[in-house]
Structure formats: structure tokens, C-alpha cells
């Protein structure tokens, strides 16, 4: 029993040779010891002595992974570690150990939380003892989002990377991991290339998928026949600038007539020359035929100058074209 | 769409109508004790709205067969009537709102016959006029292999003075309807669309030549038609492809026998689009230049859809001048640009159609209600 495991485990001095690291049936955290935690060890020693159980061969690892690796860089020859008996502990109580070990230090990202759930799921008799398992071991997890770990779990490596690093966010995994595999790459490296925010990605990929379905042609292609290149090749616009003309290029794509429609209104607006304080706004998508105007004014005098201009407005060449609100035919 | 279970609810099991529906229906019978059991089984599988199509339950409507289409806020409703006889559809247009409306959506028909009879009668009895479908939560003719309801509303409502009944449908099993003396009082009425979108987006449907050709057969039988342009689905070359379908239309189809055409677009609630995207992979209707609409629904790209709208009325105009053209669930902006005037222009649209009804059917003019008309209270009913 967990309860017992501090009574079990006997403090003793390790040979790191002897630790079958490749053992990762209880490994959690997927990240490599930091140079701050090799320099800690290098010159404070390990203050919490990793938790190992006895095998036949040597030792497995059951909490302590990065330290066992930040030891073994150093070259040490012994290390200090609680060990276990071996069979002492069941498989899903170290499990829960090591879980826990890692979600109460620092909390598990998504994916280590996916590989959690994996490895419990697989040690459980029963798939609805798992979040009580779970939450014993410090996470929770509800059934749904076992499910969604689970999917995480199976999407391609260079998708799980990006989850893993956060650069996106697991609806746009999952989206990702609905592209075959050269779609999938192409766009996992455009997001590791540019980052753009998560709710960015998610309106390229949603749009490059639709004109994919429209276009009956891989994403890739899409985005071939898209100026997308140039953009990510032009060596004058920086990161944001370039998700700036990329995203405009995949919405025009994706919405030709009322992208020409939005370019028109916009040449039009600028040729009211309206002031500053004073803005015309459509409605959205252009739906409801009215307009607004925002008007800013700190005056009477100013307001009496931007009402008079507002008199003058209604019959701008430019005014009277936008309220036309007709389609241009290319 | 071939039925494998017929559900039956224990108070209808009785019933005449339902002997003689299970009597055609060659599937395994249940009878449920609890309605929600077939939910649960529909529900049960992965791709409850195609197994809903596959089950049929034979039950009573406990609630008003007569209901008020709601229309949704901003965009002008017709004020037509929803008689409730059932719902969910055999066909399997990608489109369909019914995949999305019920939860899970299965094949119903309401057997209570006597009590929608009651119901028709009380609403014949009253005042004004009624323009009244069973076309929206079905289509009106899906049962008349199995049991003839249509041809006992054609009965029902032949001969009144105040009520038109509208029998919308995208099959051709009309025979049932020919020999009966409706007296002008049913409308028979075909959703149409081009032949791509028939083709592409409408699985199990009726061609649409077949759509004309049964049209062109009630027409001969002297029943008043209607046809709705609705969903238009944009697509390159289809502006060209619409006009085809209205030549076709008015090739065999006589305009002055021609109660109404209404136009609509393609316009869903955003959770349709996970259904279709599963449900239909080829279709593609679901990537066309969307926006939000002010009730909330995506609708194509307003300019884009007076563009539709413009070329399918001017090839209406062409064949057919003086035939009601009308719009489903647009606005003063839309009726404008393409009809030239706006509804209440007019006296409304509930009106416009009702004169036209009253013209084509031999309605009482004096019943139409005058415009702008009270709200009447009704259950909830799935958006147009």
C-alpha cells in the first residue's frame, strides 16, 4: 500500500549502472534534465533521493527519471535513492506514486497528463475505477478527457511535439490529426515555424481545409497555389507580419466574394477621408444593411464639426457606392 | 430507405392504422413500453441519424397537430401553419435540419388520426384562412407506400372555404392523390433544385425530371402546384444551372396553375455542420462563403445570395410573370434588390400568399386576415 511506502522503502546508495534506465514503464514527465538541475546536483547532490524498486537485473525507476539522467551525466558513481522491494508495491500503486510525484511538483502538461492516463487505463481492470485512481495520484480525470488523452496519445509524433511544447492547443491537435500525414507535417512545421496564437491557427486550418474540400486537393497543394511561400520566404516582413499576409491570403481564398466585397467598402471608407474620432462600421458579415457611425468628441464645437461633416457624407460619390452594397463580378 | 424496426407505442398498438402499417412494413416489430427506449437504442450506435432512418415508431402526437411556423427574429416568415403528422425523413438530404433538430432523430408517424381530424376541424371552424403543410418536420409523401394519410387530408380539407392544405415533397408517389375530388383545396407542391445539387446533396430522392413529370400529372388532375427553390446552394455555374431547372419547370408545368414559388438559401445552425461533415463526407455544402446571420444561422454572403436570387427570379419572370414569388425567411433588403418591393409593401407576406391561395384555390377572399397580423401562441417547432 502507498501508506506503507515510506516504512518499505530502505535508503541505500546506488551504482547508476546498475538502474535499467530504459525502464519507463513509470515515467510521467517527458522532459530531459535541465542544465539547472545538473548544476544543482553537481555541486549541492541529490536532496530528494530518487524512488527505485529492486528487479532481478538491477533497479527500475519508479520516481526520479531526470534525476537518475542528470547522475549519470555527471558520472557519478553513486547515488543516493529509497528503494523498494521488488514485487513489494503493485504496478498500479508505484504507477500512482510516480504520478503523483510529478503532478504535485509542477503539474503535468497535456501530453504527460495523456501518458498518465494511458498507463493507468492500461494497469485498471475496470476503465470507470480511473478517476478515482486518478485523483488519488494528485490529476483528474474525467472520462471524456481520458478519451481525449487517449486520441492525443495516438496522433502523429510531430503534432504530440507541438502539444508538448504548447505551441498549440488540443482542438487544433485534433484538427491536425484529421489531415493525412503530409498535410499534417506541412502544417505542424508552418505553426513551429510562424507560432501564431492558437485561435490563429485554428482559422487557418479550418479555412485551408475547407478550400482542401472545395478545391478537392490536399491542404498541401492548397497552400502551394496560395502566395504562401513568398510570405514565409520574404525576408523583410517579420513573424507577426507574415501570419498578417498569410492569413489574408488563406481568407481571400476562402471567401472571394466577400473578401472583394470587404476590399471595396475599405477603399470606399478611405475615400471619405472621414476625420479622426469619426468611424463607419458595417454590420457583420455585412447582413443587416445598416451602418454605423462612431463618433468621438471631447467638444460642442467638435461635435458640430463632425455633424456637419456627417451632413456632407451622404452625398460622397463614395457613400452613395457603399450603400449600393452590391457584388462586384471579377 | 428500407425500415428494420418498427417501434410501437403500447397505446397505438391497437389501432387500425397501425395493423395496417405494420401489415406493409415487412421489419421486426417492438412494441416499447417506454418511448425512451427507442431512443436509447437509436442512440445506441454510432451514427444515430442514419439508424433513425431505418427505424420507424408508430405513435400518438400527445401535443397540438396544428403549430404556427416560427420563422427566427429579423428575416420575414410566410405564417404558415405545421401540421405535425409526423417526423424525420426516408431520403437523406445533407442539408436536412431534421438531423440536427431531434435527438436523437427517428422515423415517427403519429397514428392519432381522429384526434388531428378533431383538430382540423376546430381550426376549419374558425374565421380566418389557414395555408397549412405537413412538409416541414417530413415530407409529406414519404408514407403513402405504407399508409394513405395524404389522401385522407386531401379529403379532409376539399371543398372548405377558409383552409388550403400544402403537400410538400421531393418523391413522385403521387398516385394515390390523382383520382380524388380535392376540389382545388390541396396544393401539391416540389422542393427543386438543379440537377447537381439534386445529384449530389439530395440521396434518395426523386430525379428532377421525375419531380416535374408527377407534377405535370397532378397538374393534368386539376391540382393547384407550388415549387420551392429551397436550399439554393451556390456553387460556380450555378446561377446558369437554376435557370435550366425553371426552363424545364415551365416546359410541362402550366405558370398560370402555379399557387407560389418561394426561393431560399442554403442557411444551417452551426452544429448541423459536425453532421454533415460525418454524415456526408463528399458534400461540400458546408464550405460556401458563410456568415453569421442575425439570427444566429450561417447564411451565404448576402450580395452573393441576391446574386442567386436575382438570376432564379428573372428566369421565373421570364416563363412565368405573374406567378407569387416570394422569399422564406429574408429581409426588406433581399425582397428589395431582387422582387423590387418589400412584403409590406404589399400587405405582408402572410397576405400575398393567402390571395394567391384564395385565387388559385377558390378560397374565400373575405377570410384573409388583414396585415399586420396577432402572434399566436405555439409550441416550439425546428427553425426554418
Known amino acids: 500500500m502507498p501508506n506503507g511506502l515510506n516504512a518499505d522503502a530502505r535508503e541505500m546508495r546506488v551504482d547508476p549502472a546498475d538502474i535499467d534506465v530504459l525502464d519507463e514503464r513509470y515515467r510521467v514527465s517527458l522532459s530531459a534534465a535541465s542544465p539547472e538541475l545538473i548544476e544543482s546536483i553537481r555541486t549541492l547532490g541529490v536532496i530528494t533521493p530518487p524512488l527505485l524498486e529492486r528487479t532481478p537485473a538491477g533497479f527500475r525507476i519508479v520516481c526520479g527519471f531526470k534525476r537518475i539522467q542528470a547522475c549519470m551525466q555527471l558520472s557519478l558513481n553513486q547515488v543516493s535513492a529509497r528503494v523498494l522491494a521488488y514485487g513489494r508495491v503493485p504496478e498500479i500503486d508505484l504507477l500512482r506514486i510516480a504520478i503523483a510525484d510529478n503532478a504535485l511538483k509542477g503539474g503535468l502538461n497535456l501530453m504527460e497528463a495523456a501518458a498518465a492516463t494511458g498507463k493507468l487505463m492500461a494497469r485498471l481492470e475496470d476503465e470507470k475505477d480511473l478517476p478515482d485512481t486518478a485523483a488519488a495520484a494528485g490529476i483528474r480525470i474525467t472520462p471524456d478527457l481520458a478519451r481525449k488523452y487517449l486520441r492525443l496519445q495516438s496522433l502523429p509524433e510531430t503534432i504530440q511535439r507541438m502539444v508538448y511544447h504548447d505551441m498549440t492547443s488540443m482542438k487544433v491537435a485534433f484538427e491536425l490529426g484529421t489531415l493525412n500525414q503530409q498535410d499534417g507535417d506541412t502544417l505542424a512545421n508552418l505553426i513551429e515555424t510562424l507560432r501564431p496564437t492558437t485561435s490563429q491557427q485554428l482559422e487557418m486550418l479550418t479555412h485551408l481545409k475547407a478550400l482542401s474540400a472545395l478545391q478537392q486537393s490536399s491542404v498541401s497543394n492548397v497552400l502551394l497555389r496560395l502566395p504562401a511561400t513568398p510570405i514565409l520566404e520574404d525576408e523583410r516582413l517579420d513573424r507577426k507580419a507574415k501570419i498578417h499576409h498569410l492569413r489574408r491570403e488563406i481568407r481571400k481564398a476562402r471567401y472571394p466574394h466577400l473578401a472583394r466585397f470587404e476590399t471595396a467598402f475599405h477603399i470606399n471608407r478611405e475615400k471619405l477621408d472621414l476625420p479622426p474620432g469619426l468611424s463607419l462600421i458595417p454590420s457583420p458579415g455585412f447582413e443587416n444593411p445598416a451602418y454605423t457611425f462612431a463618433l468621438e468628441f471631447e467638444t460642442c464645437g467638435e461635435l458640430a464639426q463632425k455633424a456637419d461633416y456627417l451632413g456632407v457624407l451622404s452625398n460622397h460619390p463614395a457613400m452613395r457606392e457603399i450603400m449600393k452594397r452590391e457584388i462586384e463580378d471579377t | ?384
Open chain 2, 1 to 384: 430507405m428500407k425500415i428494420r424496426k418498427l417501434y410501437i407505442d403500447p397505446q397505438v398498438k391497437d389501432y387500425p392504422e397501425t395493423a395496417g402499417i405494420s401489415a406493409r412494413i415487412k421489419a421486426g416489430q417492438i412494441v416499447v413500453a417506454d418511448p425512451d427506449e427507442v431512443l436509447r437504442d437509436i442512440r445506441s450506435g454510432n451514427n444515430p441519424e442514419t439508424a433513425g432512418k431505418h427505424s420507424l415508431f408508430i405513435t400518438r402526437n400527445k401535443g397540438p397537430f396544428i403549430r404556427k411556423c416560427p420563422g427566427t427574429s429579423h428575416y420575414t416568415c410566410c405564417d404558415y401553419h405545421i401540421l405535425h403528422i409526423g417526423a424525420y425523413c426516408t431520403m437523406d438530404c445533407s442539408y436536412c435540419i431534421l438531423q440536427a433538430y431531434f435527438h436523437p432523430p427517428v422515423l415517427t408517424l403519429f397514428v392519432n388520426f381522429r384526434e388531428m381530424t378533431d383538430q382540423l376541424e376546430t381550426l376549419f371552424s374558425s374565421g380566418p384562412m389557414y395555408r397549412t403543410g405537413t412538409g416541414e418536420f417530413t415530407d409529406s409523401l414519404i408514407w403513402e407506400p405504407v399508409y394513405p394519410l395524404a389522401s385522407h387530408l386531401v379529403n379532409l380539407f376539399s371543398g372548405r372555404d377558409n383552409a388550403v392544405l400544402e403537400l410538400k415533397t421531393k418523391t413522385v408517389a403521387t398516385q394515390g392523390l390523382l383520382g380524388l375530388d380535392h376540389r382545388r383545396n390541396t396544393i401539391v407542391s416540389w422542393s427543386l433544385n438543379t440537377e447537381k445539387a439534386i445529384r449530389e446533396q439530395e440521396r434518395g430522392t426523386a430525379s428532377l425530371d421525375d419531380r416535374i413529370h408527377a407534377a405535370a400529372e397532378c397538374q393534368l388532375r386539376g391540382y393547384p402546384l407550388g415549387f420551392h427553390f429551397d436550399p439554393m446552394i451556390w456553387y460556380p455555374g450555378c446561377e446558369a444551372d437554376y435557370a435550366r431547372v425553371v426552363r424545364k419547370l415551365f416546359r410541362r408545368i402550366d405558370p398560370g396553375n402555379v399557387v407560389w414559388i418561394s426561393m431560399g438559401s442554403f442557411r444551417f445552425m452551426t452544429h448541423l455542420q459536425e453532421i454533415i461533415e460525418r454524415r456526408h463526407p463528399r458534400s461540400d455544402i458546408v464550405y460556401g462563403e458563410f456568415i453569421r446571420g442575425q439570427d444566429g444561422k450561417m447564411r451565404y454572403f448576402k450580395p452573393l445570395r441576391i446574386r442567386l436570387y436575382r438570376a432564379l427570379a428573372e428566369a421565373i419572370r421570364n416563363l412565368a410573370p405573374d406567378v407569387t414569388l416570394y422569399f422564406c425567411m429574408e429581409d426588406d433588403e433581399v425582397w428589395g434588390k431582387v422582387l423590387g418591393y418589400t412584403p409590406d409593401q404589399s400587405g405582408g407576406l402572410p397576405s400575398i400568399l393567402d390571395a394567391s391561395a384564395a385565387r388559385h384555390c377558390g378560397l374565400d377572399p373575405n377570410r384573409i386576415l388583414e396585415f399586420p397580423r396577432n402572434p399566436v401562441d405555439t409550441l416550439p417547432v425546428p427553425p426554418v
